[in-house]
């Protein structure tokens, strides 16, 4: 009552302090012209009396007891009356606003069982990919399609192995939406890496319409991720990145996260803006056209999810031991381990097949080696805390 009295226009008064409207007390001294008086005396006397008087009308009229202040007085609207310690009852204070992620975009708390649902048809879309990369990625390596069918694997490989990371990251945010809690950071960072892979997605897919004909898979991934994580972000708002590195025990940890995030944004940048380049230095290696630039913006839009990962776990280590036991977390840790075997897998077997890209192996290989090392502390850490 304490904390309400003040929103409901009610004031508190020391025990000392008494209100004393005196009517007919000289000239224009009536209670609705000048309002009540603060006397600092002992209600004894003629006070004591004007008080019960003032107090059995108050009673009467229905307001609140301990007197009462008319328009224009202390307690500000007609009836809004005076309360000592201990004496009436508040009257219930106003509702106030709900603090739900729906209430604050302006909509109730299930306005995001669209967004569910739109998570859900992600969820199919990402799962089909995923399960022709698998079926390609085995096609090529159990049927070799002549003697540089170890480029093929290799970029079938590493590819189909960032799709897991995108698939953990949509499994996580359509739980979230279920529970109405986009309004995190953690699922605005991962909503802004779907939204800047659909904008890479949408680029690999016009350079492949021009250079080959046609549209593929990947402009129905595009436009569904599109369309679901800008939802969310306008709906939720746009994030704020967080680079801080924790100082207790898990400063390394979270060291690990940020150098693997910032090294997944390089890996972005390069393969976006030299995308030509690459595909130059693959065609003299096996002496005609593989791999195209679009195949390589299509790496730079996953690696671009899985860059949102990353940075979502720095800041989960950053606040420690619990936040990374939680079950977020520890999916997304796990996609990371999943992904980086995949991508070791593939690289090991491309080799056999005498695929020699050395500067290949020696960045992404070393690359998802650190990751598989910092999302196996991870998880490790969080599935061994103790609440």
Not at 43 to 62: D, E, F, T, V, Y
Not at 177 to 206: D, I, M, Q, W
Not at 241 to 261: P, R
Request: with cysteine; net charge positive.
């Amino acid at each position: 009552f304490a904390m309400a009295a003040p929103m409901a226009g009610v004031h508190r008064l020391p025990l000392q302090v008494q209100v004393v409207q005196v009517p007919g007390r000289g000239r224009g001294a009536s209670p609705r012209a000048s309002g009540p008086r603060l006397a600092n005396v002992a209600p004894a006397g003629w006070a004591a009396k004007a008080l019960r008087r003032h107090r059995n009308r108050a009673i009467q009229s229905g307001r609140r007891e301990h007197g009462f202040v008319e328009s224009g007085g202390l307690g500000g609207g007609r009836g809004a009356g005076l309360r000592g310690r201990g004496e009436g009852r508040l009257a219930a204070p106003p509702p106030r606003a709900s603090s739900s992620p729906g209430a604050k975009g302006g909509s109730s708390a299930d306005s995001d069982s669209d967004l569910f649902y739109g998570y859900t048809a992600l969820l199919g879309v990402q799962g089909l990919w995923l399960v022709s990369g698998m079926l390609g990625t085995w096609a090529f390596g159990a049927w070799p399609y002549g003697k540089d069918a170890g480029y093929y694997f290799l970029g079938f490989g590493e590819t189909t192995a960032l799709l897991i990371p995108q698939l953990a990251a949509s499994v996580v945010l359509r739980s979230a939406a279920l529970r109405s809690r986009l309004e995190g950071t953690t699922f605005k960072v991962l909503n802004l890496s779907l939204l800047c892979s659909s904008v890479l997605l949408f680029v690999a897919e016009l350079l492949q319409s021009i250079s080959e004909g046609g549209i593929g898979f990947k402009t129905l991934s595009a436009t569904v991720t599109a369309a679901v994580s800008y939802l969310a972000l306008r709906r939720h708002g746009w994030p704020k990145a967080k680079f801080a590195l924790s100082d207790s025990d898990l400063k390394q940890v979270s060291q690990a996260y940020f150098g693997l995030s910032a090294g997944a944004g390089a890996f972005v940048a390069l393969n976006t803006v030299g995308s030509g380049l690459l595909s130059f230095l693959f065609a003299r290696a096996t002496r005609e056209v593989i791999l195209e630039p679009h195949h390589f913006i299509t790496f730079a839009a996953l690696l671009a999810i899985q860059a949102g990962v990353l940075h979502t776990l720095q800041s989960a280590a950053v606040a420690g031991r619990k936040r990374l036991s939680s079950d977020t977390y520890k999916k997304l840790n796990v996609a990371g381990i999943l992904s980086s075997v995949a991508a070791l897998v593939g690289m090991l077997w491309s080799a056999k097949m005498k695929c020699q890209v050395i500067w290949v192996f020696l960045t992404l290989g070393l690359y998802n080696v650190a990751q598989l090392a910092a999302c196996a502390a991870g998880l490790y850490i969080g599935r061994t805390y103790k609440k």
